[in-house]
């Protein structure tokens, strides 16, 4: 089944249930930024304390990806992007299509 929404929908709804997970991330010293959608995947950064924690993997999935994916659409995708490569979404994206 395809995501049914575009990615300009996307990122409306993203940033407005990214507002309502931060709580938690910032409570552990972190922060969670959105960066864009491409494809239907959800490109986000997560920061602060987040950044290198050996469990950032796991709030990706568990926190943000499944919140999404509840309140979204249940096919949806989260990607971190590390600090710097925000402006290299496109290797990102190949390195995806690689996978």
């Keep these: 089944m395809a995501i049914p929404f575009t990615d300009e929908e996307l990122k409306e709804a993203t940033i407005y249930n990214l ?3 931060k709580g938690p991330i910032e409570n552990d010293g972190g922060g969670i930024k959105f960066i864009d ?4 995947t959800i490109f986000v950064q997560l920061q602060g304390a987040c950044v290198g924690c050996a469990s950032s993997n796991i709030t990706i ?3 943000v990806e499944k919140h999404l994916r509840s309140y979204i659409h249940p096919e949806l995708n989260v990607k971190n992007v590390p600090i710097g ?4 979404l496109e290797e990102l994206w190949e390195k995806i299509l690689n996978n």
């Design 19 to 21: 507002d309502k997970i």
């Design 61 to 63: 999935k568990n926190l």
């Design 37 to 40: 959608v491409k494809n239907g």
């Design 85 to 88: 490569k925000e402006d290299n």
